[in-house]
């Protein structure tokens, strides 16, 4: 079944102002293995005294503490989580926070059309709830025709499906990904 959903962020949170396009979510359980090989991990580089936040690590040590002018060693930061976590080469970027099983693709060179997720996620489009097609056509056939992918496109976008930044089927680890994948800089279909 095809759900649109509700749009919260009213067309001005979680979009790109550039292309129109919404940024997609996605559960990091669906791309695991490759997020977790890809992806980077952000520190808070932070005061271990008073918690003030540091400009950027502190490269040389040892270093002060602006707010509480402790000194500061190497030793201070060999417990630190990380914030959250990044991709950001190949045309994407993508973010997940520490405390967050959601990826957000802020940008990236394909798209597909997505429901909006819940007010958790105002405008952003859920990946794994993809407008659905004809369940009669074979995959082979959607492949194959051209004109059925434009009539696909233009029926998400009348029933209210917006276009929505994903992950190429490379991230998935059966090598194809389970909603339809288009170019951004074309609009054709990219196949597994």
Known sequence: MNYVGIDYGLGKINIDENTGIRYGVIHQNEVLQSWADSSEAIYPWTCGYCGNDLTSEPWEYPAHCDHCNRELTEDDFDMQEPAGFEYNQDGY??????????????????Y???????PCAPGAGYLMNWYKINKNLTEKDLNNIPAIWEQYKNSAEHAGFPKVYCLHHDFFDNGKAPYPVFSVETGELICA
């Open 93 to 110: 970027v993508c973010s997940q926070s520490a405390d967050d099983t959601d990826i957000f693709i802020i940008k990236s060179p394909f």
């Open 112 to 118: 597909t059309y997505a429901g909006y997720c819940s």
